[in-house]
Antibody, heavy 121, light 108 residues
């Protein structure tokens, strides 16, 4: 089972870009059938699927976030990343990276511990 | 998008009791791509059930999932102290994947 760890700034100013990285260990992000996924959880609220990048490099994001989201990968570092542009206070949340496996968009089998990102000036 | 509605919002039970959690979808879930997760305070969610009824690795057999199309259930046959947590269902067959709002199972 792979392990995942998020990293990135805990505080981002409004209108700026949120950038997070997820480091994967115990497996390669080029492994077949994996969807490297970002999820967020607003304080005290439920879970929201943000997007993924697959083992083949194809990406898919939640239409609710429109064109603000980019999920990318760095196979040389065994990492994948999230960029969210033009952030507002509504983007304050705990951000999780996760490994999804299987059919459809995959069930989320392994999760990072999560990182709180606060949007504030 | 598919809206998942979980009920009840809170379940107050005693250890040893049976818990039945419901997840209803606004439209049929493609190929039973329905998962259940457990989340404890300050922790990431943990996968319990996938494909509506498949138990994830290391999950005790007191957890079972069932259902199809729009109605799904997670059953905990006998609650252990470590089972008191929040439970989420998720559909992952249709874009975008969506989660229910969660059910809190608390000690009565």
């Amino acid at each position: 089972q792979v392990q995942l760890q998020e990293s990135g700034p805990g505080l981002v100013q409004p209108s700026q870009t949120l950038s997070l990285t997820c480091t994967v260990s115990g497996g390669s992000i080029s492994s077949r059938n994996y969807y490297w996924t970002w999820i967020r959880q607003h304080p005290g609220k439920g879970l929201e699927w943000i997007g993924y990048i697959s083992h083949s490099g194809s990406a898919h994001s939640n239409p609710s976030l429109k064109s603000r989201v980019t999920v990318s990968e760095d196979t040389t570092k065994n990492q994948f990343s999230l960029r969210l542009t033009s952030v507002t206070a509504a983007d304050t949340a705990v951000y999780y990276c996760a490994a999804a496996v299987g059919m459809g968009f995959g069930e989320l089998r392994s999760w990072g511990q999560g990182t709180l990102v606060t949007i504030s000036s | 998008e598919i809206v998942l509605t979980q009920s009840p919002g809170t379940l107050s039970l005693s250890p040893g009791e049976r818990a039945t959690l419901s997840c209803r979808a606004s439209q049929s879930v493609s190929r039973a791509f329905l998962a259940w997760y457990q989340q404890k305070p300050g922790q990431a969610p943990r996968l319990l059930i996938y494909g509506a009824s498949g138990r994830a690795t290391g999950i005790p057999d007191r957890f079972s999932g069932g259902g199809s199309e729009t109605d799904f259930t997670l059953t905990i046959s006998r609650l252990e102290p470590e089972d008191f947590a929040v439970y989420y269902c998720q559909q992952y067959g249709t874009s975008p994947p969506t989660f229910g709002q969660g059910i809190k199972v608390e000690i009565k």
